[in-house]
């Protein structure tokens, strides 16, 4: 049993960091105040950024399928695992983002994995944000292309590596959208600028910025008015969309080579029918109430301002995902957890997901906090930031 003697000294240092988790088991579903241990918590964690995950239109949805179709979808996309409800949630998708066309896949992870594995062959170079997720960073290592990392954001450095790859068959410039950990946006237009100058892709992956950025939450490219310019667009249905699901926009030949590339597409079962469904209906939806997302940036903006009021470091965010930056993983994880016992949930995040000194509580605002909800956690926030020296 030394495989497990080996796991076990592993666990012992992470408990010696203070990097040890336990995870939470919710009594109930997504929402702002959840059950725990019997108690009502305020979730200031989940990427329910719209409040979709209990909206009616999308359980009627849900229920519906599952009374049409049953609950499994029954093989993977390319057997018999492509419903209607499947192809009428692509052709949805590739309206709302404007592209020629949508493919989707099972959550975002395995959209990266898909997505990055099909377009990327061995006389190709893939050239990453080193914040990018680790979905992207897993896609990568599935392919035989060359690698460049470029520091956060750093378009001189972007400039730098494009002007020493252009013997490559091509250059796809890799970022998200909306950067998970520290809620900062990626400069969209100087990126597609130089991937114009030096003929390369871009490839934005809009998971954290999918129903939160651009009109009606259609997305970076439409927040910064690149429509047309931006080759592969990534989304998740699996945040604010308020389901589980990924997707790929972007021209119709695109979609056709991954159906034929695309190993998740290929090897994995489809979403299910009520997922489908439920995806479908959130789009409509999202179509229909611009003042959803207006009211999502308003709780936003308003949280992000009063915090650094009351003096705490809020890092780069820009967006509804605000970091209360506390350094240390231990000092980290002990504030997440007085939080908790003050009735609210922040989650810790420290190294490897971020860096050793920048340990930090991640907060997301939704659209569904009120503001007596907002006013509870900024006062539990002062109290509790002032007992850690934060504030
Ligand atoms: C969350 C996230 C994903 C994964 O999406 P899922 O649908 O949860 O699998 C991919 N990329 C980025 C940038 C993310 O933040």
Request: charged letters at 20%; hydrophobic letters at 40%; glycine letters at 8%.
């Amino acid at each position: 049993m030394s495989y497990l003697t080996d796991l076990a000294t592993d666990i012992e240092k992470l408990k010696q960091d203070g990097r040890y988790r336990q995870i939470k088991v919710w009594e109930s579903g997504s929402d702002t105040w959840m059950h725990l241990k019997g108690r009502r918590i305020l979730q200031l964690s989940s990427n329910n950024y719209l409040g979709l995950t209990h909206h009616p239109k999308l359980k009627e949805a849900a229920i519906a399928a599952i009374e049409k179709y049953g609950v499994g979808s029954g093989s993977v996309r390319t057997i018999t695992g492509t419903l209607d409800i499947h192809d009428e949630l692509e052709m949805e998708l590739a309206s709302f983002k404007g592209t020629e066309a949508a493919l989707v896949f099972q959550s975002g992870f395995t959209t990266n994995q898909g997505a990055l594995s099909a377009i990327l062959g061995a006389d190709d170079v893939v050239i990453s944000d080193e914040l990018n997720h680790a979905s992207i960073i897993d896609g990568i290592r599935l392919t035989k292309a060359s690698r460049k990392i470029f520091a956060h954001k750093d378009m001189n450095q972007l400039e730098a590596v494009l002007k020493e790859t252009q013997h490559h068959r091509k250059r796809v410039i890799v970022t998200d959208g909306v950067f998970s950990m520290d809620g900062d946006i990626a400069p969209l237009p100087d990126i597609v600028h130089l991937a114009e100058t030096y003929d390369a892709i871009v490839y934005v992956d809009d998971a954290h910025a999918s129903g939160v950025l651009g009109k009606n939450g259609k997305g970076s490219t439409d927040h910064f008015g690149l429509h047309g310019r931006v080759h592969i667009q990534i989304g998740t249905l699996s945040k604010a969309i308020g389901a589980v699901g990924g997707y790929v926009a972007g021209a119709q030949l695109l979609k056709d080579y991954m159906i034929h590339t695309a190993r998740p597409f290929l090897f994995s079962t489809s979403q299910t029918p009520a997922v489908a469904a439920t995806c479908l209906a959130a789009i409509r939806v999202l179509k229909e109430s611009p003042d959803l997302v207006a009211k999502l940036w308003d709780n936003a903006n308003g949280f992000r301002a009063s915090l650094q009021r009351l003096g705490f470091d809020t890092g780069a965010s820009e967006t509804p995902i605000i970091p209360i930056i506390v350094g240390d993983p231990a000092q980290t994880m002990r504030f997440s957890d007085r939080l908790l016992e003050e009735g609210i949930f922040a989650q810790g995040i420290v190294y490897p997901t971020v860096a050793m000194d920048k340990g930090r509580v991640r907060l997301i605002v939704t659209a569904q906090h009120t503001e007596a909800d907002l006013a509870f956690a900024l006062a539990t926030l002062e109290k509790v930031g002032r007992e850690f020296g934060l504030i």
